[in-house]
């Protein structure tokens, strides 16, 4: 596969990783509510993800999207290492590119990392039953709110979550204009309000995930 094959399909996954990451956070800001309210809305929510057979093919979707997003981001940095001559990779860098963009690489992996521990302790849990066993609320539904909730009264686990959402600003905010830029757009005055876009974007988004929990364990 090309160069150009492989930039497209890090530019088409991980624009579906923005839009979940939007979902998510739009299901996340439910915890902000009163408690009484927010149990039955999250677990009704929960259910209705792990009920839906469309929401399981998106779910599966998603999964694959973040492998190959890993695998080809990963062949794209490689194939851009060798390519550049070594004396003049450090001046090219600082000289063309931003901070974020130099360290991509880096940053994703430490999202891996994330990913991976927030997995084990939601995804594996609720879904495949390993750890503790996850209890019923008043509707006899799981109570996903109340892992989620002790979770974040981790002060540790808060702390960590937290502050993995400023690495995934900074990725966010470089993934989205490259992967617009990647899919061909290359209007000027567009480029200029996608830059601003990315920047809301990552702000907001980051800025959301990080507040959570922290709303939740100072509650």
Partial sequence: MTLFWRKLAMAVTGLFLCLFLVVHLSANALLLLPEASAQPLYNGYSEFLRESPVIKVVAYLLYLAILLHVVYAALVTRTNQKARPDHYRARDLRANSTWASQNMGWLGVVLLIFIV????????????????????????????????????????????????????????????????????????????????????????????????PLVVFLR
């Fill in 117 to 212: 521990i927030h997995l084990v302790n939601f995804w594996s849990r609720i879904k495949l039953g390993i750890g503790a066993e996850v209890g019923l609320d008043a509707a006899g539904r799981k109570d996903v709110y109340e892992v989620t909730y002790s979770l974040f009264q981790n002060p540790y686990y808060v702390a960590f979550y937290s502050v993995l959402m400023l690495p995934l600003g900074y990725h966010l905010h470089h993934g989205l204009r490259a992967g617009f830029r990647s899919l061909g757009f290359h209007h000027r005055e567009g480029l200029r309000r996608l830059d601003r876009f990315s920047t809301l974007y990552a702000v907001v988004v980051a800025l959301g995930f990080a507040i959570i």
